[in-house]
């Protein structure tokens, strides 16, 4: 793959954690093609595998390490196999979370008569399951402390670093139907913040990109239908996005790329940047 920009990044050490999936392997690739030596990060090892194989293809440098981002323990041991290969890590990127249907309700407004609702699949917000609300936000806000945790220690001895998490547009601007997710990713934005003032004096930049809609395993369903046509709610989010189409990999790793430069972004900490087509700053009129 070509990369949008190219950043000099040999030497350094990258983590991904997430690095199996559709967007965060792009964002793998593109650090690989910079001169990084990338772990690929991921709870099903087989994916992360078949990242590497792409990476080592394209004549980068990459290793698969399993881990569980909401255990200690495992993120532990996966810092301790990368450091054994690659020496310590340089930068990390949060990029695993997700989201849970029982997180999320059936439809966009609650009317008194779904509370009447004899349709066992109807999720009103009344219906909403505790702990897969509790796993949505360990997913994401849980999945980007841990991995600091683990990850940033050498970075702090070592006086440099930087961390990239992923946010999302519907962290300022609540998305309709999945609360438990919106309310999390807003968490991701906030530990953002708090974790660049807080390592601030350790050298470590500490920065969120917070993409809009780009199509993905986990909402292709939601957004378009078999055959390619946009559902409702992929209609809807067109509608709202100036630039009339959804975002591709290529948007996010440009703006990667810009935060993991010391030489472009050296004085970049704090921020949740939007990469997302307008949709923010679209007023619906």
């Known amino acids: 793959m070509s990369v949008p920009l190219k950043v000099n990044l040999s030497g350094k050490v990258a983590v991904v954690t997430g690095g199996g999936g559709v967007l965060c392997s792009k964002m793998a690739k593109a650090l690989a093609q910079c001169g990084a030596s990338v772990a690929i990060a991921n709870r099903k ?3 992360a595998a078949k990242v590497v194989r792409d990476i080592i293809d394209a004549g980068g440098k990459a290793m698969p390490v399993a881990c569980n981002v909401l255990d200690r323990a495992s993120l532990d041991a996966a810092n301790a196999e990368i450091e054994k290969q690659f020496g310590p890590v340089d930068i990390l990127i949060n990029g695993a ?4 249907p029982r997180g ?16 066992s ?34 970075m702090v001895l070592r006086r440099r670093g930087v961390v990239i998490n992923i946010s999302s547009m519907s962290a300022s601007r609540p998305l309709t139907k999945v609360a438990a997710y919106s309310g999390s990713k807003a968490a991701v934005s906030n530990l953002t913040q708090w974790m660049a003032v807080h390592l601030a004096n350790t050298g470590i930049r500490v920065n969120a990109i917070a993409p809009g809609f780009f199509l993905a395993d986990q909402n292709r369903h939601l957004l378009t239908n078999k055959d390619g046509s946009l ?35 050296g004085f970049v900490t704090g921020v949740v940047l939007p990469v997302d087509g307008g949709f923010a700053a679209f007023g619906g009129v």
Do not use: C
């Open 97 to 100: 979370g997700g989201n849970h």
């Open 231 to 265: 559902t409702p709610r992929g209609e809807t989010i067109i509608a709202h996005t100036p630039m009339g189409r959804f975002g591709k990999p290529r948007d996010l790793t440009g703006a990667l790329l810009w935060l993991v430069s010391d030489e472009a972004a």
């Open 104 to 119: 999320t309700t059936s439809k966009e407004y609650l009317n008194p008569e779904d509370l009447l609702q004899t349709q």
């Open 121 to 154: 699949d109807l999720v009103t917000f009344y219906e909403m399951d505790p702990q897969d609300i509790k796993g949505v936000f360990d997913l994401n806000s849980l999945s980007t402390l841990f991995p600091t945790q683990a990850f940033t220690r050498s």
């Open 45 to 47: 090892i087989e994916s």
